[in-house]
């Protein structure tokens, strides 16, 4: 199968808690990427980490790579019922190409 | 903001037709990208471009083809379209560099009937 499983397919929480969202991919990567997709509609970038970073942040995300496992988290804290969308990793591989890879995505909801 | 736009939006078209999908985006990117996506469903990568001239297949084989003649324009073509063509198509583009993030279109919905 394709490159970048997310791990849960579902998730559903309250306001306030934290979301953890987990990814595998199987081949060398330059980089690993998330987006985020509102009700079917185009994805929208939120991070990059590069291969040879371990750890990111950006406001109330945090992703965090560990090539050794081929596998990569993203949290949001403090979620809120906006956060409520579709979650996915992408993987570009190295080479010139620049293939970029979607996983299944993870669907969380965030009930007020 | 992404300077991306794909038509139409949405195209209700009979069996057998020829039908051609829009992407053209302003940014000057190299690298343009065509997705299809199924409700509530994974992103299969069907057509990639690395630019003019240059266009791959993805790991979802496709009985749709692309072409790349000028870096604005990546046009997605049926030649006769059927009911299991029926998805949501996504375009994307990215400019080249590893550290780059991809802009998305706001998406084909095509149903076939």
């Known amino acids: 199968s394709q490159q970048g499983e997310e791990d849960p397919q579902a998730l559903s929480i309250q306001e306030g808690e934290n979301a953890t969202m987990n990814c595998s991919y199987k081949?060398?990567?330059?980089?690993l990427q998330w987006y985020r997709q509102n009700s079917g509609r185009g994805l929208v970038h939120l991070i990059l980490?590069?291969?040879?970073?371990r750890e990111k942040h950006s406001g109330r995300l945090r992703v965090t790579l560990d090539t050794s496992k081929k596998s990569s988290s993203l949290l949001i804290t403090a979620s809120r019922a906006a956060d409520t969308a579709s979650y996915f990793c992408?993987?570009?591989?190295?080479?010139?190409?620049?293939?970029?890879?979607f996983g299944k995505g993870t669907k969380l909801t965030v009930n007020p | 903001e992404a300077d991306i736009y794909q038509t139409p939006r949405y195209l209700v078209i009979g069996t057998g037709k020829k039908i051609t999908l829009e992407c053209s985006q302003t940014?000057?990117?190299?690298?343009m990208y065509w997705y299809q996506q199924d409700p509530g469903m994974e992103l299969h990568l069907i057509h990639y471009?690395?630019?003019?001239?240059?266009?791959e297949k993805g790991d979802l084989s496709s009985e749709s083809t692309v072409s790349r003649i000028r870096t604005e324009h990546f046009p997605l073509t049926l030649e006769s379209a059927r009911p299991s063509h029926t998805s949501q198509y996504l375009c994307?583009?990215?400019?080249?560099?590893?550290?780059?993030?991809?802009?998305f279109g706001q998406g084909t919905r095509l149903t076939v009937v």
């Open positions: 980490i590069r291969s040879n970073e």
């Open positions: 081949t060398s990567i330059n980089n």
């Open positions: 994307a583009t990215k400019k080249q560099g590893g550290k780059t993030e991809a802009f």
């Open positions: 471009s690395y630019g003019v001239n240059s266009t």
């Open positions: 940014m000057g990117h190299d690298k």
């Open positions: 992408a993987t570009v591989n190295q080479g010139g190409s620049e293939k970029l890879v």
